[in-house]
Every structure is written in structure tokens, then in C-alpha cells.
């Protein structure tokens, strides 16, 4: 999913926002996390993030996310 749609864009926002807690699915695999910032790196944008659990930082590339699901 190298491109978020307009909405989906918004909600990332909020959920950095309000500290909310996301969905991200990569490569079968889900994760939940709290996103904190949305950075580009050269031509990528990352989501920088940390696992509400355990408090690890975590980073996705958005060219990596398969989809991306606002927890509410």
C-alpha cells in the first residue's frame, strides 16, 4: 500500500493525534500499535510507532503495510 486514501490520511492524523491505537497488517502478519509520528525518509513514508503492550519502538513503511485499520 504505497498510497492512503484522503480519509485514511485523516484518521492516521487522529490516531497520532489522540495517542489511539492502530491496526497494521504486514506481510500476514497484524500488529497493534500506537502510532507517534509519520515521517518520510528519502521517497518512503514511515510510521513511526511503539507496541502499547511492551512499550518497544516499532517502524512500518507505508510500501510495506498491506492495510491500515483505526481502532475506535
Known sequence: MAHL???QYDALERA???ASRI???RRG????IVPRRLRTDGRHEIIEA???TTGD???FSLDDID???IVR
Open 5 to 7: 486514501t484522503p480519509a
Open 16 to 18: 497520532i493525534a489522540h
Open 23 to 25: 491496526v497494521v497488517m
Open 29 to 32: 502478519t497484524e500488529y497493534v
Open 50 to 52: 511503539t507496541n502499547p
Open 57 to 59: 519502538a516499532l517502524s
Open 67 to 69: 492495510t491500515v485499520h
